[in-house]
């Protein structure tokens, strides 16, 4: 009859991929032969767990499980060595750290990608600019090509650890005779050493450098973003690629125009005459003044709306530019303007009891 791993690693059919291996972690550290060096049945229960795991760990051979109830092809050396402390239980014990420095062996490393950030105007940001940045970065050493040897050199085997880039330590611990592997210090887990580093770049295959780039802005950009230069990054070593480089734009705050993507906001004074009678007035755009005639009778607070006078869009068309009139009441009126205006009030035929202004003055001061 087909075993239940399931319930071998006590947990339910529909547990998460995580949730499998997270079960497995916590059994495999419990019953790890190491661990239990006393308990005869550790072995037989450590075996166990590992089949369970080889099976219910991979998608494709739990799905089998899941509808045949068993899985076509076993490994035939058995269980209890499928995960050795070089493989996956290096990572239930002590994490992803110790695999990825003997990864970085021999091999090939990409640059990372970088990011820049550059800030323009809102006017740059609608015609589109170009820059030139200056950008700090690693670059693929060119005397040894990124290889980190000294021309005619080559690694040689680490002493220390004999090319195995990792250390095993036998340890007494509370919880029994335990196996600690831990990277080579000497070779930093590569397995060889160069005896003889590249004199430019000490080994490490990479220069700090500083380069000047020109960045095409295109019209239309807004705050956040996100330009790609590829292979514009850090340069990569012993044959890695190079990584891309992100230009983040900054859109400088505007004194005039505030922005809600392609289209522009902004406010225009008019004078109580201006709204009433109407006029031709210039309202500034981003590219320079527009004419706009303002209709008679306009109201405080209304708004222009111009069309394809906003910003570019990066998609081709261009937004609008909303302009709210913003209607200002005279403060200074002379006498006679006060008159004119007294005797408008009467042909218009409204009862106004005029207050001084120099005596709500005085009142304000009084309350302050
Ligand atoms: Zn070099
Ligand atoms: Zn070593």
């Known amino acids: 009859m087909a075993k239940d791993y399931y319930a071998i690693l006590g947990i339910g059919q529909g547990a998460t991929q995580n ?11 419990e019953f790890h032969p190491d661990v239990r060096k006393d308990d005869p049945q550790a072995d037989e229960r450590f075996k166990e767990i590992n089949e369970a795991y080889y099976v219910l760990g991979d998608p494709d051979r739990r799905s089998q499980y899941d509808r045949f109830g068993q899985v076509g092809e076993m490994p035939a050396q058995g269980f209890g060595d ?13 994490g992803r750290r110790g695999r990825a420095a003997r990864a970085r062996g021999a091999e090939a ?7 820049f950030d550059l800030a323009i105007s ?8 170009e820059r030139t940045i200056t950008l700090p970065r690693l670059e693929t050493c060119p005397v040894c090509f990124g290889t980190g040897r ?27 005779h335990f196996t600690q592997v831990v990277t080579c210090r000497e070779c930093g887990g590569r397995g ?20 000047e780039l020109t960045v095409k802005v295109p ?21 890695g690629g190079r990584g891309d480089l992100y230009v983040v734009i900054r859109v400088a705050p505007h004194p005039t125009f505030t922005r809600e993507g392609s289209d522009l906001f902004t406010e225009v004074p008019l004078t109580m005459l201006q709204a009433a009678l109407g006029d031709e007035i210039s309202v500034p ?41 913003r209607v200002v009441i005279p403060t200074d009126l002379t006498p006679p303007q006060r008159q004119t205006l007294l005797a408008l009030a009467d042909l218009r035929g409204e009862k106004v009891r005029p207050q001084r202004r120099s005596l709500w003055k005085k009142m304000k001061d009084l309350l302050q």
């Open 19 to 29: 949730e499998v291996k997270a079960a497995y972690r916590r059994l495999a550290r």
């Open 82 to 94: 499928i995960f050795s402390p070089f493989d996956d239980l290096f990572e239930v014990f002590f």
């Open 109 to 115: 490393v990409g640059g990372a990608d970088l990011r």
């Open 122 to 129: 809102l006017e740059e940001a609608a015609t589109g600019v």
């Open 150 to 176: 000294e021309r005619g050199g080559s690694p040689e085997t680490c002493p220390t650890c004999r090319g195995a880039g990792e250390l095993r330590y036998a340890q007494q611990t509370v919880f029994g």
């Open 192 to 211: 060889t050493i160069l005896r003889h580093p590249c004199p430019e770049c000490e080994g490490t295959g990479r220069r700090e450098t500083t380069r």
């Open 219 to 239: 019209p239309g950009v807004d705050d956040g973003t996100r330009l790609r230069l590829p292979a514009e990054g850090e340069g990569g070593v012993r044959g």
């Open 285 to 325: 755009g981003l590219d320079g003044a527009i004419p706009v005639a303002i209709p008679p009778g306009t109201q405080p607070g209304a708004r222009l709306r111009l069309r394809d006078r906003g910003m570019p869009d990066l998609r081709g068309g261009k937004g609008d530019l909303y302009v709210r009139l």
